[in-house]
């Protein structure tokens, strides 16, 4: 989810090949934390997953992918929504696409104290200090300080963490779970998912039930990075497309079958969303004699976690931080060390981090702490597409001679079908995402609503305020030489920079 969009300049066409371009994808998008939210839903968790994909995940992939060819400028989705609506709207999508991944690190984490509390080989003590709230909170701070600490000295001891820790920690995991699912279902194990034809369409009228389901959107957010590299791509009119489809493929593949997985082995009655992930695990791990594989697996899943925090730790955040150098951030927040490291943006973004873990320790549950601040973050995430789409319609009819190397297939009907079921389905997911979800305590409906309402407004007036604030001293030498004007200030100013000449 990286928010800085940064031209390939001097690389050559036909560098990442189709398969390539489909595997960065599905490393950008594919996390296995959010499986036991899904298997909720049993059979009809296909039906989403798929859903999804079809009326979200490829929208986004290319319409994001058209707008990068065409604006391929620093700034990502800052620049896509800065061309069609101004530095205003432009400011407030990437600070929502910054701030989003900001409160999903404690929801992340909440995950990584789980599968240290199963590095243990007793299932109820494990359970226990898993639910136990003081224990999380703890755990996602002593994590998230330390990969800030270490974000501090640089890119290239960090590096190393995120690449290995994600082949170790989701990759290998994810691969374990869905052969040892596909097994478990082939050898004749007890299945205690109803596998009927009749429950593979959900009851679309049960809108307590859509609370959980709006979370598959957030599980494919991201797919937007790759955009980036499509002038990297040979024949990218033709090729891109068809890595969006592989990858596609393959993410849906990854989450239905580890979906599955997780309701062969547990009923839904018993479906933890912290949890169950790591029984699953356990109990695959039972019906095959591999119960000394649970503490590994539980390790891994720890280090994979703990790698993704440490890659978006500092990658959105440097995205803002470049934005805030052309004059969107107050020099305070513009300060880097030594190692060229945005410290003051990670020190915000760690006050952030530590308010919110609270809240673990204030709500119900570890669960509904979980489930408020992913829906939170969720809803966020999904303004931001929202302008993104907007944008993306706005520009091909407001700039239709922009040369485009890639452009969505079908004229004008290729791009309102892309545009507008995208902008539709985001939207429509917004407000689903404001319904408390029926199977999990969360507390009164009112303060459910009253959380992610207040949320929201602070997560979109605040980047207006900085803006309605910004002053001509914010900006820098570096981030004016570095980030070119949107095309309306060129055509605004262009007589004004001719004389400068």
Request: proline share 6%; net charge neutral; aromatic share 12%.
């Amino acid at each position: 989810m990286s928010t800085e969009n940064k031209p390939s300049s001097g690389s050559k066409s036909g560098t990442i090949g189709v398969f390539t371009l489909a595997m960065m994808n599905v490393a950008a998008i594919v996390s296995l934390r959010g499986l036991p939210a899904e298997a909720e839903y049993g059979l009809s968790s296909v039906f989403y997953y798929i859903f999804a994909a079809v009326f979200f995940l490829i929208p986004v992939a290319l319409a994001a992918a058209e707008m990068a060819t065409a604006w391929p400028q620093k700034g990502g989705v800052f620049r896509w929504v800065g061309e069609a609506f101004g530095g205003r709207f432009g400011f407030v999508a990437i600070f929502l696409q910054w701030m989003q991944n900001t409160i999903w690190f404690p929801t992340v984490l909440t995950f990584a104290a789980v599968s240290v509390a199963y590095i243990g080989m007793d299932p109820s003590s494990d359970s226990a200090l898993a639910a136990n709230k003081m224990y999380t909170l703890a755990i996602v701070l002593v994590f998230y300080w330390g990969s800030t600490l270490m974000n501090f000295r640089g890119m290239s001891l960090s590096g190393a963490i995120s690449k290995w820790g994600t082949l170790i920690g989701t990759v290998i995991p994810a691969a374990i779970l869905i052969i040892l699912g596909i097994l478990y279902y082939v050898t004749g194990h007890t299945i205690y998912m109803p596998l009927h034809a009749s429950d593979l369409i959900p009851d679309l009228g049960n809108f307590s039930n859509l609370s959980l389901a709006v979370s598959i959107f957030l599980f494919y957010a991201g797919m937007e990075v790759s955009a980036v590299h499509v002038n990297e791509v040979d024949n990218p009119e033709k090729n891109y497309p068809l890595a969006i489809l592989i990858s596609a493929g393959i993410t849906v593949a990854i989450f239905v079958f580890g979906t599955l997985a997780i309701g062969f082995v547990i009923p839904q009655k018993d479906i933890n969303l912290t949890q169950s992930l790591l029984v699953a695990y356990r109990n695959l791990f039972q019906a095959f004699g591999l119960e000394w594989l649970s503490p590994v697996v539980s390790i891994c899943l720890a280090l994979g976690v703990f790698a993704g925090v440490n890659t978006w730790i500092a990658g959105p955040s440097k995205g803002i931080l470049a934005v805030g150098k052309a004059g969107y951030l107050p020099p305070i927040l513009q300060r880097t060390n030594k190692h060229g490291v945005q410290v003051n943006i990670l020190y915000f973004q760690s006050a952030i981090v530590t308010i919110l873990s609270v809240i673990f320790v204030l709500l119900p549950s570890v669960q509904a702490a979980y489930q408020i601040l992913s829906a939170l973050t969720v809803t966020m995430y999904l303004i931001m597409y929202m302008l993104m789409f907007a944008a993306f319609i706005k520009l091909r009819i407001k700039e239709p001679n922009t040369p485009r190397p890639f452009k969505v297939p079908g004229g004008e009907l290729g791009m309102w079908l892309v545009g507008g079921v995208g902008l539709i389905s985001a939207f429509a997911a917004f407000l689903v995402g404001f319904i408390p979800p029926g199977q999990i305590p969360v507390g009164s409906p009112t303060e459910w609503v009253g959380l992610l309402v207040i949320g929201n407004l602070l997560a979109v007036g605040v980047p207006l305020l900085i803006y309605h604030s910004r002053k001509e001293s914010w900006k820098t030498a570096e981030g004016s030489d570095s980030f070119e004007p949107f095309s309306w200030q060129k055509e605004t100013y262009a007589p004004a920079e001719t004389s400068k000449k």
